[in-house]
Structure formats: structure tokens, C-alpha cells
């Protein structure tokens, strides 16, 4: 239903009646696309994937020739959706709770007065209240106030943009300072983050981890494969060989089953759901999946001094006069007057509690702080200005005051100067007329977690910056304080012009002082560009670009509503000595899919290999389906969801698909040897087909449990304990219901040629594997060279 537009007032806004009336007739700010799955979407991802369509092909292919006992890998299929199912509902729960603490908070002028909301329960023609700090969730008009916005986020131009009455605001962009009132003009699907949303979730646009991007090609390309490979076996099947329908279709089925990786894909999904739940546990909320394995792979992490290295709150420590006749009792007062009506910050609320005195006077007008100046002012009744900010902003490099100012930032102070200003505050530079008066002291209080979390990213080989807006020499004291490995190598990034300047710095030093929004993107771009997997921790409003630039964005939940809007995840505590834990997460995850992939993967490699040859030889798959189900729950299934559990905190090293192949293929190959030698003895001696395929399923069951045993180690009670059962169940299934899997009775003379190729293929996998780990550590070497260069410490700092 079409409703007629409203010019509300910035005073009064709609009434709730006219809001109720907008939210029932599709006004609401609701966005684009749920933020989560429904219930049914979950259900619908598990059940209606192309996998399950093949397997329920083949189940209705082997019930309609009659052979019922080779259907038992329909049950690990049912079980194997179900579980899926039931970790996707449990990490949506789990996530709902995390999101409630971190929801966007949205405050409306309602009948005159103000309403705290969400922003998806706003409607259009609201009126908004817009404060620092603020990302704008709706287009919207001002209708009163002035402030500073950054369009970076939507726009890609980092400027900051004054904004006064009439002017428009782009929904995703965010407030730097002041405050507004605004009506909403363009709200959920109409809005331009809605639109912008929409374009970037078109195909080709939505990035994927390295892992998920490999085993993604992997599956996709295994899904094209199997249908030739399928087909050409029917016929070969029911031609060539002369086989009936129903042995036609239950070797095919066999191969097919093989080639696929059924639980991989799942094993990875629950593995990841369980990691965000885990880490939703320790007050960790995760907004991007793809991020966890990021972590694991991060080596250089960049941090804020503010709030990550200190805590968030200042204490004013002292007062230091600079000009003849000037007193600490005048200095308190003039900034009790400046302090006044001055924007609230942590900066602010500290001087407030140090200068508490009743102001004299009020300001007439103000010059309002930004990142590119660093001091902001005031001018007061009798033409009285003064400028507040950082000391080497405001007086030139080398004066007597600029040289008190460092001295005490080599203690480990943040200093701020008091000035009185010649000039207006609007004239093109009012520190050209700038007169020192005072310097204020001001301290932050190291974080006790902050000390032994460095020394854990330091063990770890993990490299830490600085980035800060402070003055690189305060920030440098304070970060070896901290315990920051070579933090006395700083540089005030001011200094840094030229790209090639800020890539050779980056590469060069630990702490970078007075660095501006759009210079800490540059600086993560920078590291980037040498290699790095680059994790940026920060809460401030100034902190968004590099967060969303960074491989992985963390921000403080205490911090401004951008910084967690943009980062991946979200520290509920904003204590960074969490930050060990969550990369211990991370690691413990992906290390151990790599683990468990490679059980998977090794019935690939026999399964492909085996078919082909079988085709070109005109031979039938040697297993049958339910001897390899049984194969699959005892060496693969069972196996590989307990060790995805496990601790391993070890560093990721080397790339994924590498990885996994180089600890797989050893042992496919070993099982194609096997199957080789069994084939030719079996024809040398008039084994039935039974009795071969009973000895194929004993030989790969006897390599699946040494790969198992080496993707164990280190052993604990765990894994032992699976290296003693998984076997075991294996044997009770085979003695108990032979006839359910397959099992036949093999004569003394196979059983020897059994034990002996089994032995045969033992050694070709040992020896494959030492090879193997040799192609590995050249792999990892490699990789390290070319992605991750180590810094290049100059001689002297700037």
C-alpha cells in the first residue's frame, strides 16, 4: 500500500501511530536479505546438495535391481545430513545470543521524545539522531546539527565530509564528529548499502578462504568427473564384461561411492559451526566464517595503542607551564572554560575529571578536532582562541617547547599542548600564530592481559604493530613497556608521502605514530602487498578502513558501532588478551581438517586410480559398495570427526590442497599397488571375484589404519584409543554380519598373500611419506619465501 510522504520535524518526528502504519505497509528499514538462515534454508542447504542427488540416484539404481545389503551407505548418508543439520541450528542459536549484546542501536524522535530501537524497526520518514561514532543505516536528509562523515566505506574516497542542514547522508558511511538530526529518505531495499549489498553478492563477488576456495574446485571438479566415469563403467559393466543388470549396478555404485568425498565437505562445515560456537563461548562473535581460517594463518598483527595495549580510560597526571606568569590553577581554569561545550571523548572525560572548576565563560564558536590536523579550538567572548592537540602539530620541530613536549613523551606520557591562537580559527593555518601555554600529562594504563598475550604472538612467530594517532615516541615507550619485541623502532607516518615510502616503512619498522585513517589502511595495504596475512585489531571510529582492509578485522565491543559493523569478529569483553585464545581457535580448526581431510582424500586417490585402470583394462570395480561403507565408518567417518575435535595449536604452514595431498596420496598410491599385485596373483591363481574384493577390502583397511596412526602423532588418550577401536570395529562387523558387508571366508593361501601385500603396500606408503615430508617442508619453505619477506629493521629511527 502506497502511503504519502511526511515532512517531519527534527522536533516532533512521526508519532508512533504514523511509524506503526509505515511498518505494516513495507516501510520499515528492514534489510535486503535475512541476516540469518531460516530454520528451512538450513534444512534445504543439507538435504539439496548434488552429492545427495547422486547418492539417492544410486540408492534407487541398487533397491530396483534387487541389492538391498549393498544400500548400507544410505543410513552414514541420512546421518551425515542429520548431524550437519542439527551444528547449523545450534550454532544459529548460539550466535543469536552473541548478536543481542552486539545489535546496532538506533535512536528516533518518536512524538517529541527520544526512542532507542533497532535499525531495522525504523521506517521512512523517521527522524534519526546521528551521533559520533554512528554508521548510518538508512539515506538520509539533515534537518538540523553539523557533523563529519566518512564515505570511505561506500565510496572508497576517505576525506571527511562536512555535513550540515539539507545536505544528504549515505546509508554505510559513518559519523567522525558531531552530531545531527536527519530524516530518513531511502530505507531497506531503496537505500544505497541495500543496493550496494545486492551488487556485491552477485556471482563473482563473494570471497572464500584458501581451503574453502580448494576443497570447493576439489568436489566441484569430482562432481563432473564421476558422471562419464559412470556411465562408461555401466556399459563397460553390461557389454564388454557381460555382466548381469544388478552386478553392473552394484559396481558401478562401488566406484562411484569411492570417488566421492561424502563426509568432507560436511566435516569441514560442522568443524568450522563448532569453532564459532566455541568461540562464541569465549565471548567471541564471529560475522564472517571464512575469517577463522584467516587467523590461523595470520603473521603479522597490527594493534591500536588505545584500548589494546592500554585501557581505554586517561588519567590527567600533570600540568606543565610553558609561558612566564602562567600557573597550573590559570591553565585549569582556561580549560575548564575550553572543556566546556567540547565534543565527549575518552580524552575529554579524563580533562573534565582533572579540571572539574565551574567554566567562566562559554564558547562562541569552535574549530572541531579531526585526524588529519590533530587539535581542534575554541574561541571565546573577547576574542580570547585557543587551540588543543598534539604539541609537534602546533609548533615547529625544534623549539624549546616541541623539545619538552618529546622529552616527556620518551617517558611514556601522552602530552597535549594548550595555545593561545593569534589568528581565526577558520584562517588557512591558525598554528602559524599559535603561542604555547601549557602542556597537559596524560597517562594510560597498561593492560595487565596485553603483556602475556605479546609474549605468546612472539613465541608464535607472529609479528606485532603499532598503529597509532599518537606521537610515535610516547607510543614506542608505552609498546616496550608492553613487552613489544623491537618496538623502540618507531616513525611518525606523517613523514610518509609516497607509496614507495609507506611499502619500505612498513616492511622496516614496529611502532608508526601519528598515523591518520586513511594512512592505516595504506600501511595494512602495504603488508599485504609484502605477503602478509595481516590481522588488525582496533574500536575507534578512525580504526574502520584498516579494519576492513585487513585480512581480518577484530574489534573491541566497548568501541564505536562502525568498528564492529566492519570486522569479522568482535571481542564481547574488548580484552585483547582474549586475542591468544582466538588464534589458538582458529589454528585448532583448520590444522585439524587438514588432518582429517587426508583419510578422505586417500579413498579418493585409490578409488580414481583404481576405476580408470579398471576401465582401461575392462575390468570391474574390485569393492563392493557395502565393503567400502564399512571401510568408510571405520577408517574415515568415525576417525576423522573425532580429531577435527581435538587440540592443535600448532602454525598453519604451507598451502591447504598441498597439504592434504602430500599426506594422502602416500597412501592411495600404496592401495593401488595393492590392488595391482592382488589382481595379478588373483588371476595367476583362480581367485574368485569375492575372495579378491575380500582382499582388497582387508588391504585398504590395513593402509586406511596406518595413515590413521601418522595422522595421530603426537598420541594421547583419544587417539589411541580410536587406533584400537576403529580396527576392532571393523573386525567385530566383519565376524559378526560378514554377509551385511560383503565379507566372504578367504582360504589359508589368501589370507598369506593377504598379510604380504598388506606388509608390501606398509612399506611402499612408509617410504612414499618419508618422500613425501621432504616435498613438504620445500613446499612450506617456499611458500614462507614468497609470502612472508622478514622486516628489514633500519639503522635509525626517524
Known amino acids: 500500500m502506497a502511503l504519502p510522504r511526511i515532512e517531519t520535524a527534527a522536533e516532533t518526528g512521526l508519532t508512533g501511530a504514523q511509524a506503526d502504519e509505515r ?16 530454520t528451512r534454508g538450513i534444512i534445504a542447504d543439507n538435504v539439496f546438495t548434488y552429492f545427495n542427488l547422486i547418492f539417492i540416484v544410486l540408492g534407487i539404481a541398487v533397491a530396483a535391481v534387487g541389492e538391498y ?55 521512512l520518514d523517521d527522524v534519526a539522531v546521528l551521533q559520533k561514532g554512528c554508521q548510518i543505516y538508512a539515506d538520509a536528509l539533515v534537518l538540523g546539527g553539523e557533523c563529519r562523515v566518512n564515505e570511505a566505506l561506500v565510496t572508497g574516497e576517505a576525506d571527511e565530509i562536512e555535513k550540515k542542514a539539507g545536505d544528504e547522508l549515505l546509508s554505510g558511511s559513518f559519523i567522525v564528529s558531531g552530531g545531527v538530526r536527519a530524516r530518513l529518505v531511502r530505507v531497506g531495499r531503496d537505500s544505497f548499502v541495500a543496493r550496494l549489498m545486492t551488487e556485491a553478492k552477485k556471482p563473482g563477488h563473494k570471497m572464500r578462504s584458501e581451503m574453502m576456495f580448494a576443497l570447493t574446485r576439489f568436489v566441484r571438479t569430482i562432481g563432473i568427473v ?51 560456537m566455541r568461540l562464541a563461548k569465549k565471548r567471541t562473535l564471529v560475522h564472517e566464517m571464512r575469517c577463522i581460517e584467516t587467523l590461523a594463518r595470520v603473521d603479522t598483527l597490527c594493534v591500536d595503542k588505545t584500548g589494546t595495549i592500554t585501557e581505554p580510560e586517561m588519567n590527567v597526571r600533570g600540568v606543565v607551564p610553558l609561558a612566564d ?98 589568528c581565526p580559527l577558520d584562517a588557512p593555518d591558525p598554528c602559524a600564530e599559535a603561542v604555547p601555554v601549557a602542556l597537559v600529562l596524560l597517562t594510560n594504563k597498561i593492560r595487565e592481559s596485553a603483556v602475556p598475550a605479546f609474549k ?76 602478509h596475512t595481516v590481522a588488525m585489531t582496533g574500536d575507534g571510529v578512525n580504526d574502520v578502513l584498516a579494519l576492513k582492509d585487513a585480512d581480518v578485522g577484530i574489534a573491541m565491543a566497548s568501541g564505536s558501532e562502525a568498528a564492529s559493523q566492519v570486522a569479522q569478529l568482535v571481542l564481547l569483553d574488548s580484552d585483547f588478551g582474549a586475542m591468544p585464545d582466538v588464534v589458538r581457535e582458529g589454528r585448532r580448526v583448520i590444522n585439524n581438517i587438514e588432518r582429517s581431510s587426508s583419510l578422505y582424500l586417500m579413498k579418493n586417490i585409490f578409488s580414481f586410480t583404481v576405476a580408470l585402470l579398471a576401465m582401461i583394462l575392462v575390468e570391474p570395480f574390485p569393492l563392493k559398495p557395502s565393503q567400502l561403507t564399512l ?71 590395513a593402509v586406511g589404519l596406518l595413515l590413521l596412526i601418522k595422522i595421530s602423532r603426537p598420541f594421547n588418550a583419544l587417539r589411541v584409543a580410536l587406533i584400537i577401536g576403529m580396527p576392532a570395529l571393523f573386525v567385530a562387523a566383519a565376524l559378526i554380519i560378514p554377509e551385511f558387508f560383503g565379507i566372504v571366508p578367504l582360504s589359508a593361501r589368501q589370507t598369506l598373500i593377504t598379510i604380504g601385500v598388506g606388509a608390501a603396500a606398509a612399506v611402499v606408503m612408509t617410504g612414499l611419506s618419508i618422500i613425501a615430508e621432504r616435498l613438504r617442508r620445500g613446499h612450506f619453505e617456499r611458500t614462507e619465501l614468497r609470502g612472508a619477506r622478514k622486516p628489514r629493521f633500519a639503522e635509525k629511527t626517524v
Open 23 to 38: 511498518t505494516r505497509a513495507g516501510y520499515a528499514n528492514t534489510p535486503p536479505s535475512p541476516p540469518e538462515k531460516t
Open 69 to 123: 545389503r549393498d544400500l548400507t551407505f544410505v543410513p552414514v548418508i541420512l546421518f551425515n545430513t542429520l548431524i550437519g543439520i542439527v551444528q547449523e541450528l545450534r550454532s544459529r542459536a548460539e550466535l543469536r545470543k552473541m548478536r543481542f549484546v552486539t545489535e546496532s542501536r538506533a535512536v528516533v524522535i518518536r512524538g517529541g521524545r527520544e526512542v532507542e530501537t533497532t535499525p531495522d524497526k525504523t521506517v
Open 226 to 276: 564421476i558422471i562419464p566415469f559412470g556411465a562408461v563403467m555401466m556399459y563397460e559393466g553390461l557389454k564388454p564384461l557381460g555382466n548381469d543388470l544388478p552386478e553392473a549396478v552394484t559396481t558401478t555404485t562401488a566406484a562411484l561411492i569411492g570417488m566421492i568425498p561424502e563426509g568432507l565437505y560436511l566435516l569441514v562445515s560442522v568443524a568450522l559451526t563448532v569453532s564459532v
Open 325 to 422: 606568569g602562567v600557573t597550573p590553577e590559570s591553565v585549569a581554569q582556561t580549560l575548564a572554560d575550553y572543556l566546556g561545550g567540547a565534543e565527549e571523548n575518552e580524552t575529554i572525560a579524563a580533562m573534565k575529571s582533572a579540571f572539574s572548576l565551574p567554566p567562566r565563560s562559554r564558547a562562541v564558536s569552535r574549530l572541531e578536532f579531526s585526524s588529519a590536523n590533530k587539535y581542534a579550538g575554541a574561541e571565546f567572548p573577547g576574542g580570547r582562541r585557543y587551540l588543543f592537540g598534539a604539541p609537534d602539530k602546533m609548533v615547529r620541530a625544534g623549539t624549546p617547547e616541541c623539545e619538552k613536549a618529546r622529552s616527556y613523551s620518551e617517558e611514556g606520557y601522552r602530552v597535549l599542548m594548550l595555545a593561545e591562537c593569534g
Open 456 to 531: 605468546y604472538f612472539a613465541e608464535q612467530g607472529v609479528s606485532i604493530r603499532v598503529i597509532s594517532g599518537d606521537n610515535p615516541v610516547t607510543v614506542s615507550r608505552i609498546a616496550q613497556d608492553a613487552g613489544i619485541a623491537d618496538a623502540e623502532r618507531y616513525i611518525d607516518a606523517s613523514t610518509l608521502t609516497t607509496q614507495r615510502n609507506i611499502r619500505k616503512a612498513a616492511g622496516e619498522y614496529i611502532v608508526f605514530g601519528r598515523v591518520t585513517p586513511d594512512m592505516k589502511r595504506k600501511l595494512i595495504r602495504a603488508m599485504k602487498a609484502d605477503g
Open 631 to 701: 571401510f568408510n565408518v571405520a577408517f574415515i567417518g568415525i576417525p576423522s570427526f573425532f580429531l577435527a575435535l581435538e587440540p592443535n595449536h600448532a602454525r598453519v604452514r604451507g598451502r591447504f590442497i598441498v597439504n592434504v595431498l602430500l599426506s594422502a596420496a602416500p597412501a592411495g598410491i600404496a592401495v593401488f599397488a595393492a590392488w595391482f599385485i592382488i589382481r595379478w596373483l588373483g588371476a595367476a591363481q583362480g581367485f574368485p571375484e569375492d575372495a579378491t574384493s575380500v582382499m582388497n577390502s582387508y588391504v585398504i583397511s
